[in-house]
T-cell receptor, first 120, second 117 residues
């Protein structure tokens, strides 16, 4: 079974600064998807960024970028120019690729989350 | 439209009550999910529907009964719940992987905050 580990329960950053959230995972699969989701106090889980394991290039979405190290099974999220609105719980998640295993690819395996505080 | 809409947003129910949570999406997604989330914890998968058929039941107690009347709607019927069932219940949907193996992210609703008294 896959596992996802977020070793930082809480992080804080000054507004306009850069912060990196860590995520490691364990899998025996060679192809998979990795995600970072953000959950602000409004409760809705919002997709921040997605990475396909077969792609060597790190994904980037505006101020958000990842450092994907497949051999090390590491998937960290870098937030540049942090804004007050970035304050939220951030979850790293793993998803298997399509398979014939009757639905297991639908499962998202989440890490325990990192609570990010942005200080003005 | 990339929204998943859940109603109600808040629900307080007694242990003998029967209530239902509703979820709706109009993105043409054929996979829909129910998750349960306790405070400061990650979401835990409860059920997955694929093409209106129950695909995954994560050994959820029978006091939770899911229903998928059509491809846009997902319900969760609640009966005889316990106080420990109080949580945030999240609905999500995604493209079925037969159609698009690439767009595999799940879109989540805002959740229903359930309190069992």
């Amino acid at each position: 079974a896959q596992t996802v580990t977020q070793s930082q329960p809480e992080m804080s950053v000054q507004e306009a600064e850069t912060v990196t959230l860590s995520c490691t995972y364990d899998t025996s699969e060679s192809d998979y998807y990795l995600f970072w989701y953000k959950q602000p106090p409004s409760r809705q889980m919002i997709l921040v960024i997605r990475q396909e394991a077969y792609k060597q290039q790190n994904a980037t979405e505006n101020r958000f970028s990842v450092n994907f190290q497949k051999a090390a099974k590491s998937f960290s999220l870098k937030i540049s120019d942090s804004q007050l609105g970035d304050a939220a719980m951030y979850f790293c998640a793993y998803r298997s690729p399509q398979s014939n295993s009757g639905g297991s690819n639908y499962k998202l395996t989440f890490g325990k989350g990192t609570l990010l505080t942005v200080n003005p | 439209d990339t929204e998943v809409t859940q109603t109600p947003k808040h629900l307080v129910m007694g242990m003998t009550n029967k209530k239902s949570l509703k979820c709706e999406q109009h993105m043409g997604h054929r996979a829909m999910y129910w998750y349960k989330q306790k405070a400061k914890k990650p979401p835990e998968l409860m059920f997955v529907y694929s093409y209106e058929k129950l695909s995954i039941n994560e050994s959820v107690p029978s006091r939770f009964s899911p229903e998928c009347p059509n491809s846009s709607l997902l319900n969760l019927h609640l009966h005889a719940l316990q106080p420990e069932d109080s949580a945030l219940y999240l609905c999500a949907s995604s493209q079925d992987w037969w159609i698009s193996g690439m767009n595999t992210e799940a879109f989540f609703g805002q959740g229903t905050r359930l309190t069992v008294v």
